[in-house]
């Protein structure tokens, strides 16, 4: 019997102790927090001899959504929030695009995780976070951080015109720590500042966590994390011709420019998708001769510019130059490494490449012609990096290629290539053939 009470008193104490424990402040349990973020879509930070243009054109610059995605220290997936503009969780700018006033968000508010309770009241939890920033892109959600790194951007076709749309966007990885718990009493709203946060502390009587969040306004003092385009674009800024010899008194008339090789879309880091299709211009159909442009992939007016009924006709005789605003050619990339495939017998690697085709016209005869650029970084085995501009000048000095799909080994193209800091790429083509 008196083992039995003795049993019974030991039951007693354990549970007493049991609550004792789960009640103290001391016991780590997952409590309440808010995490908010400040972000900058300017992502250029030098302007080349173009000018404010490598600044971003039209709606280039503009965040139309912005999505948090949260993971837990050692990568794994926690929450996801997407804000648009116009939202109560965003705080937007008004920017002037072609005469038009355009939201464009620049924080995100009132991300809802759970942290560690921290051992004392009033400090920060020990529960730490890895966030990255994607924005005017939804890929969906992923398990790990580098299952989020291969969630792809939507189709490049999403983007026909330059400057019309907003362009995916990313942040690098913000690691992020001294967070704050709110309790029933107070909101904190945990701002993101230099890897950890800064908080803004606001009583919950007579209002609530979402109303806070609402009226809240991003301290001037944050970190403001710049967004990355994960996306390209090629341009040419001048064509000229420098004709001697037997090609002196030619003539060459632009009926198209194209780009080809264009992967379909890329990882939402900006980082190539090897499983992408591609994409050209033109031709529509071609004879494989040397295996440059893939010939499987789709063709897309969004990456061709036609000049056959520009009047007065776009022809160069030697000492001329066409500008940049005569040609107009403009048009979004993605990110293109090439890896070579064995294709039949052939290891081949397809770079993405802008091509020239017109008449060339010498003693009166006129043939059709093409005229090879492929793009280079300033590795010339990227071929094709994120959040570039790639600036071709190009000088015409022979009679070109009778083929889409063919250089001919007297139409060899020499070209420069420079990098203004890391976002800019300016080509230039010295002798193009």
């Not at 190539?272 to 529509?284: I, L, Q, T, V």
């Not at 159909?285 to 010939?295: D, G, H, M």
Request: hydrophobic content about 40%.
């Amino acid at each position: 019997m008196k083992i039995r009470t003795l049993f019974l008193a030991s039951l007693a104490l354990c549970a007493m102790a049991s609550c004792s424990k789960d009640d103290g402040v001391s016991t780590p349990q997952d409590v309440d927090a808010y995490l908010s973020i400040a972000a900058n879509s300017v992502v250029q930070t030098k302007a080349s001899t173009a000018g404010t243009d490598d600044v971003g054109t039209g709606n280039e610059a503009v965040v139309n959504t912005l999505t948090a995605y949260v993971f837990s220290a050692d990568g794994n997936y926690v929450i996801r929030k997407k804000v648009t503009a116009g939202d109560d969780d965003a705080i937007t700018e008004d920017k002037s695009i072609n005469g038009a006033t355009v939201k464009s968000i620049t924080a995100i508010k009132g991300i809802h995780v759970k942290v560690t309770k921290p051992a004392t009241d009033g400090t920060a939890s020990a529960t730490t976070f890895k966030v990255y920033l994607i924005a005017n892109t939804d890929p969906g959600t992923a398990a790990t951080i580098d299952a989020f790194k291969a969630l792809l951007t939507e189709t490049i076709t999403n983007y026909p015109t330059v400057g019309a749309s907003s362009l995916p966007m990313h942040s690098e990885e913000l690691n992020v720590s001294s967070i704050f718990p709110s309790s029933e009493t107070n909101h904190v709203l945990n701002w993101y500042k230099n890897g950890g946060c800064t908080q803004n502390t606001v009583s919950l009587t007579g209002t609530t966590a979402a109303a806070i969040d609402k009226a809240a306004t991003a301290p001037t003092d944050l970190t403001t994390v710049v967004m990355t385009r994960a996306i390209s674009r090629v341009q040419i800024e001048s064509l000229s011709a420098s004709f001697s010899g037997q090609y002196a008194s030619a003539t060459f008339t632009i009926d198209s420019i194209y780009v080809a090789n264009v992967r379909n879309n890329a990882t939402v880091m900006g980082i190539e998708n090897p499983s992408a299709s591609y994409f050209r211009g033109a031709p529509s159909a071609f004879t494989v001769i040397q295996n440059l442009i893939e010939p499987t992939g789709s063709t897309n007016s969004m990456f061709l510019k036609v000049y056959t009924s520009v009047s007065p006709a776009l022809s160069l005789a030697s000492g001329g130059t066409l500008s940049s605003t005569q040609l107009g050619f403009r048009s979004y990339i993605n990110a293109n490494i090439p890896t070579p495939k064995i294709v039949g017998t052939a290891s081949i690697a397809y770079s993405t490449r802008l091509i020239i085709s017109g008449n060339f016209k010498v003693g009166g005869v006129i043939r059709h012609k093409y005229f090879h650029i492929p793009l280079v970084d300033t590795d010339a085995s990227k071929n094709v990096l994120s959040n570039k501009i790639y600036k071709i000048t190009a000088t015409i000095t022979g009679e070109g290629n009778d083929n889409p799909d063919e250089i001919l080994d007297n139409a060899c193209i020499n070209f420069k290539i420079s990098v203004a800091d890391w976002n800019v790429v300016n080509q230039s083509e010295g002798d193009l053939n």
